[in-house]
């Protein structure tokens, strides 16, 4: 019932910066986390950062002096700001939202969005 849609994402010289937007939609009143993976060849998905609803959030902890999450509850998207790009930040950079809520209960349901590329060049 949720499907998350991401965007931003594309080539950069090592040193900048891009923004990554994934927006979610659906029949649901909340969702409790959402975050971002990425996923390198050859590698296997790791975890970003991550965000709950009331703003807690959880960071890689090699990425968190780089990297910002933030998440607009009202227009059901967050967002990464990724500065100070490196090549070894090239991957598939994936949504993930997980404890989909209605006005009355709230459901272990994840899903990912498709995914989008991030390529650094040096």
């Known amino acids: 019932q949720v499907q998350l849609v991401e965007s931003g994402g594309g080539l950069v010289q090592a040193g900048g910066s891009l923004r990554l937007s994934c927006a979610a939609s659906?029949?649901?009143?909340?969702?409790?986390?959402m975050g971002w993976y990425r996923q390198a060849p050859g590698k296997q998905r790791e975890l970003v950062a991550a965000?709950?609803?009331?703003?807690?959030?959880n960071y890689a902890a090699t990425l968190k002096d780089r990297f910002t999450i933030s998440r607009d509850n009202a227009k059901n998207t967050v967002y990464l700001q990724m500065n100070s790009l490196r090549p070894e930040d090239t991957a598939v950079y994936y949504c993930?939202?997980?404890?989909?809520?209605?006005?009355?209960?709230?459901?272990?349901?994840?899903?990912w969005g498709q995914g989008t590329q991030v390529t650094v060049s040096s």
């Open positions: 659906g029949t649901f009143y909340s969702i409790n986390a």
């Open positions: 965000i709950t609803s009331g703003g807690s959030t």
């Open positions: 993930h939202a997980e404890g989909i809520c209605s006005r009355s209960e709230c459901l272990e349901y994840a899903t």
